[in-house]
Nanobody, 123 residues
Framework: QVQLVESGGGLVQAGGSLRLSCAAS????????MGWFRQAPGKEREFVAA????????SYADSVKGRFTISRDNAKNTVPLQMNSLKPEDTAVYYC????????????????WGQGTQVTVSS
């Protein structure tokens, strides 16, 4: 089992920044690819960003490319998501997820999920 806990959400004005973090425990963190997903009210959960086990490969949704940065610290078992130039449409609950081995942009590929952290961007 892998336990994931997100933190760092909150209320921010449009154009501002937030840094989310995901803390992992339970298994060898570097064996797992990690992803961030989000779900806005009334919408399906969607892919935001993913990172490979080593951190050498990343992938982003087109809607956040150039504004969000995913990284990982395998020594601290954390996965930060730096979010800049935030827009009201970024408002959602953000979830951290883990999957064994290779990273994916598909929500269905991830086995472990955190409880989520709310991000609200005001206009």
């Amino acid at each position: 089992q892998v336990q994931l806990v997100e933190s760092g959400g909150g209320l921010v004005q449009a154009g501002g920044s937030l840094r989310l973090s995901c803390a992992a425990s339970g298994r060898t963190f570097s064996d797992y690819a990690m992803g961030w997903f989000r779900q806005a009210p009334g919408k399906e959960r969607e892919f935001v960003a993913a990172i490979s086990r080593s951190g050498g490969m990343t992938s982003y949704a087109d809607s956040v490319k150039g504004r969000f940065t995913i990284s990982r610290d395998n020594a601290k078992n954390t996965v930060p998501l730096q979010m800049n130039s935030l827009k009201p449409e970024d408002t959602a609950v953000y979830y951290c997820a883990a999957k064994y081995a290779y990273y994916s942009t598909s929500m269905k590929a991830y086995n472990y999920w955190g409880q989520g952290t709310q991000v609200t961007v005001s206009s």
